[in-house]
Nanobody, 124 residues
């Protein structure tokens, strides 16, 4: 059974940085796509970034391009999201997602596996 555990959230001032981690276990992830979503209070969950575990590129929402970077450490089975130049509108619960059917499933928000989320709060 796939387990995804996020960490690294917290409170940061606007313009600051945070790095989120997603520890993955329960499978060999070489053929998986993984990504990050976020959900702000009263809003729909939205796609943030995705990548293919084998190293096939990265995909970003327009709202985070140039500020966020997705990466993975295959030896540690961990997915990261480096978030720079944070804005108050980045405040949300951030979720890790994974799917063996490809990046399109992750980007579409229909991934099979989800973590429990980590809160990111950006103060102005």
């Amino acid at each position: 059974q796939v387990q995804l555990v996020e960490s690294g959230g917290g409170l940061v001032q606007a313009g600051g940085s945070l790095r989120l981690s997603c520890a993955a276990s329960g499978r060999t992830f070489s053929n998986y796509a993984m990504g990050w979503f976020r959900q702000a209070p009263g809003k729909e969950r939205e796609f943030v970034a995705a990548t293919v575990w084998s190293g096939g590129g990265a995909y970003y929402a327009d709202s985070v391009k140039g500020r966020f970077t997705i990466s993975r450490d295959t030896a540690k089975n961990t997915l990261y999201l480096q978030m720079n130049s944070l804005k108050p509108e980045d405040t949300a619960v951030y979720y890790c997602a994974a799917d063996s059917r490809g990046a399109s499933m992750v980007v579409a928000g229909t991934a099979n596996y989800w973590g429990q989320g980590t809160q990111v709060t950006v103060s102005s």
